[in-house]
């Protein structure tokens, strides 16, 4: 039953800014410090909903580093980070608002993530089902081969594997998605991967790429789309209030893999995705609360 999530690690600095930026002057908001990282999100919404995970990931030997693990720990997550001396664990600062977040990565020591690391955490689960990976590994050249070792190895073991399509910008550089059982994509990703249409369509366009596909449209719900079935889509979970949409995909993902995994059709894992993204943008931060 155990995932395996394979990816990046970072501080986020959430900056939720009141009202348009003022370029060249001041705007106000609340600044805070929090866990992040797309692949460390999901794998501590899974943790934090009881399912058994791994995450496989890399630090800086340095006070941040050691925040993260715990953070993750916490989650419930069994952490195999590698903590690498005189390398900075990697820091995103992110600009956020009700609607929408921009992001300034340092990657940091999530630049050197190996095969190794994968295959440590591979060794680690006898029992794991599935591995999720996040795009980001891939576009980084540094550790592309780590991000393609891991589904590689992981299809080997006889393990289902997704994919996060991660960040529409550094996939239209990267131009490519290797293949995988799942993929997980908002719907300026999808364009990107298969140009104009609807969510369905573009779920269902998709699917030369993978087994099944989902297509994520914020509020506009989410879609699915497999071999031999007509699309399903789901509404959007009604929220009181879009604080921070920071982390929402993440915990999307996780809410579907928990759901899909455990046997449920497509319009439930849909729901229970829906779920935890309606709870990711109610609050500020990529991760759950942890008490």
Do not use: Q
């Not at 600044?31 to 800086?60: C, E, K, M, Q």
């Not at 990976?133 to 997704?162: I, N, W």
């Amino acid at each position: 039953m155990t995932v395996i999530v394979v990816g990046d690690v970072v501080t986020d600095i959430v900056t939720v800014h009141e009202g348009p930026l003022a370029i060249g002057s001041d705007t106000l908001a609340s600044i805070l410090i929090r866990g992040g990282g797309s692949a460390a999100n999901t794998a501590a919404w899974l943790g934090s909903a009881g399912h058994p995970v791994i995450f496989a990931g890399v630090t800086g030997d340095d006070e941040p580093g050691t925040a993260r693990v715990a953070e993750l720990t916490a989650s419930g997550v069994t952490a195999t980070v590698r903590r690498v001396p005189g390398v900075a664990t990697g820091t995103v600062v992110v600009l956020a608002s009700d609607v929408e977040r921009t992001m300034f990565t340092d990657r940091g020591a999530n630049r050197l993530l190996s095969p190794a690391d994968a295959d440590r955490a591979l060794d680690l689960a006898a029992d794991a089902r599935h591995l999720h990976l996040s795009a980001y590994v891939l576009f980084d050249p540094d550790c592309a081969p780590a991000g393609l070792h891991a589904l590689r190895a992981a299809r080997e073991r006889g393990l289902t594997t997704s994919l996060d399509a991660a960040s529409a910008a550094p996939l239209e550089r990267h131009g490519s998605l290797p293949a995988v059982d799942l993929l997980f994509a908002n719907l300026d990703e999808a364009r990107v991967l298969a140009g104009a249409g609807t969510a369905g369509e573009l779920a269902v366009a998709l699917l030369d790429r993978a087994g099944a596909v989902v297509v994520k449209s914020g509020s506009g719900g989410a879609t699915w789309a497999g071999p031999s079935a007509a699309p399903v889509h789901v509404p959007a979970v009604p929220v009181a209030r879009v604080v921070d949409p920071t982390g929402a995909g993440d915990a999307f993902a996780a809410g579907f893999l928990a759901a899909w995994l455990t046997g449920a059709d497509p319009a439930a894992a849909l729901t229970n995705g829906a779920r935890l993204g309606a709870l990711a943008v109610s609050r500020v931060g990529g991760r759950p609360v942890v008490a």
